[in-house]
């Protein structure tokens, strides 16, 4: 494992050939995904961070040739309270996905967790369904994650 300021980083890279290609990628960027996929996507990062008290950040894009040195770069940039983040960085055109977490968060997220929901991940891009994927992984960090220790739900 490497260090990235209070980062914990999780070795859960893939780059086997497990992600489907979509066929609207050489479309402009914002036209990517439908107005619906980003709703769901929004939800999901939302109600992952609200229910366990953790920041999680999303980034889908080209991480270059460097996929860790990238998404580490892309945490530390990510805002304040890193301890606390999760960053997840999927690059489909190079089929990478990425978990980066502070020290905080990973406590709560062991690198076997992450690699799970990795796992899972891919699966899902494997049959083309790239928002799917994100939001089951996103499902999965969050109840490996569980609720604050001040957090009651109900």
């Given at each position: 494992?490497?260090?990235?300021?209070?980062?914990?980083?999780?070795?859960?890279?893939?780059?086997?050939g497990t992600?489907?290609?979509?066929a609207?990628?050489?479309?402009?960027p914002d036209?990517i995904f439908?107005?619906?996929e980003?709703?769901?996507?929004?939800e999901?990062l939302?109600m992952?961070?609200?229910?366990?008290g953790?920041?999680?950040?999303?980034?889908i894009?080209?991480l270059?040739?460097?996929?860790?040195a990238?998404?580490?770069?892309?945490?530390?940039r990510?805002?304040?309270d890193?301890p606390?983040s999760?960053l997840?960085a999927?690059?489909p055109g190079?089929r990478?996905v990425?978990?980066?977490?502070?020290?905080?968060?990973?406590?709560?997220?062991?690198?076997?967790?992450c690699?799970?929901a990795?796992?899972?991940m891919?699966?899902?891009f494997?049959?083309?369904d790239?928002?799917?994927?994100i939001?089951?992984?996103?499902?999965?960090?969050?109840?490996?994650?569980g609720h604050?220790?001040?957090?009651?739900?109900?």
């Open positions: 494992m490497t260090r990235v300021l209070e980062g914990t980083s999780h070795d859960t890279a893939t780059s086997a992600m489907a290609t979509r609207d990628e050489a479309e402009a036209s439908s107005y619906q980003l709703l769901r996507l929004d999901a939302t992952s961070s609200r229910e366990t953790l920041r999680f950040t999303l980034y894009g080209d270059g040739p460097q996929t860790r990238r998404a580490e770069e892309l945490f530390e990510s805002g304040s890193l606390d999760v997840i999927v690059s190079q990478v990425e978990v980066v977490t502070g020290a905080a968060a990973a406590r709560r997220l062991p690198d076997r967790a690699a799970l990795v796992l899972s891919t699966n899902a494997a049959s083309g790239l928002v799917g994927g939001v089951n992984g996103l499902r999965q960090l969050s109840d490996q994650a604050p220790r001040g957090l009651r739900t109900h």
